[in-house]
Nanobody, 123 residues
Framework: QVQLVESGGGLVQAGGSLRLSCAAS????????IGWFRQAPGKEREFVAA????????YYADSVKGRFTISRDNAKNVVYLQLNSLKPEDTAVYYC????????????????WGQGTQVTVSS
């Protein structure tokens, strides 16, 4: 089992920044790839970013490329998602998810999920 807890969400004006954290406990964190997904009201949960087990490979949705950065600190069992140049369309509940070793853009491949953190961007 891997337990995930997100934090760092909040209300921010367009153009602002937030840093989300995904803290993990349970099995060896460094064995797991971590993905970030988001879900806006009335929409499907969509891929945002992912990092493989080491942090050496990262992946981004086109809509966030150049604005968001994913990173991980395996010594602290934390993955971060830095959100810059935020837009109102980034408003959603952001979830982190874990799967063994290999990162994926497909939410169905992740077996462990956190409870989510709300990000609201005002115009």
């Amino acid at each position: 089992q891997v337990q995930l807890v997100e934090s760092g969400g909040g209300l921010v004006q367009a153009g602002g920044s937030l840093r989300l954290s995904c803290a993990a406990s349970g099995r060896t964190f460094s064995n797991y790839a971590i993905g970030w997904f988001r879900q806006a009201p009335g929409k499907e949960r969509e891929f945002v970013a992912a990092t493989n087990w080491s942090g050496g490979s990262t992946y981004y949705a086109d809509s966030v490329k150049g604005r968001f950065t994913i990173s991980r600190d395996n010594a602290k069992n934390v993955v971060y998602l830095q959100l810059n140049s935020l837009k109102p369309e980034d408003t959603a509940v952001y979830y982190c998810a874990a799967q063994y070793r290999r990162a994926s853009v497909h939410r169905d491949e992740y077996g462990y999920w956190g409870q989510g953190t709300q990000v609201t961007v005002s115009s």
